[in-house]
């Protein structure tokens, strides 16, 4: 392989997304592995609601994740994750896991059990609202 073209290769590699979704990829990684003791602490209580759809996991997952991330309701707090490590349930969670939802399939619809580490705060009721739109 000529050098001119083995510079190129390396150049195309850089531009622009693929190391963007690289970074993105690692970040995701890392705040997972920060976020899951809270949620299993979390998960050892009753979930603070517990609620059902007729409408497919997949589809409520991206709805509530969509809904969270709201700038005009929640601020620059507007943050959603998914996580999808466990077959048949999705989990739902904001920045630091203040609030999050487990969704598991139950025949063709979902079930949701919603955690909120201060349930009574206000975003955490906003993020209940917004999730029960989806539903």
């Known amino acids: 392989m000529k050098p001119r073209y083995q510079r190129a290769i390396v150049l195309n590699f850089f531009r622009g997304h693929p190391m963007r979704m690289l970074i993105g990829a690692v970040s995701l990684a890392l705040l997972a592995g920060c976020i899951s003791p809270a949620m299993n602490e979390a998960r050892s209580k009753s979930p603070t609601r517990v609620l059902s759809s007729a409408k497919p996991m997949p589809l409520v997952a991206e709805c509530v994740k969509f809904s ?52 009574d705060d206000s975003a955490a ?11």
Request: aromatic content about 12%; charged content about 15%; hydrophobic content about 35%.
């Open 125 to 135: 009721m906003r993020r209940l609202a917004m999730l029960a739109t989806c539903l």
């Open 68 to 119: 969270w991330q709201d700038e005009g309701v929640f601020g620059v707090d507007a943050s959603a994750y998914i996580n999808t490590d466990k077959p048949g349930q999705q989990t739902v969670y904001t920045r630091s896991a203040e609030s999050f939802a487990d969704l598991v399939s139950q025949g063709t619809g979902t079930a949701v059990s919603y955690y909120a580490k201060q349930p």
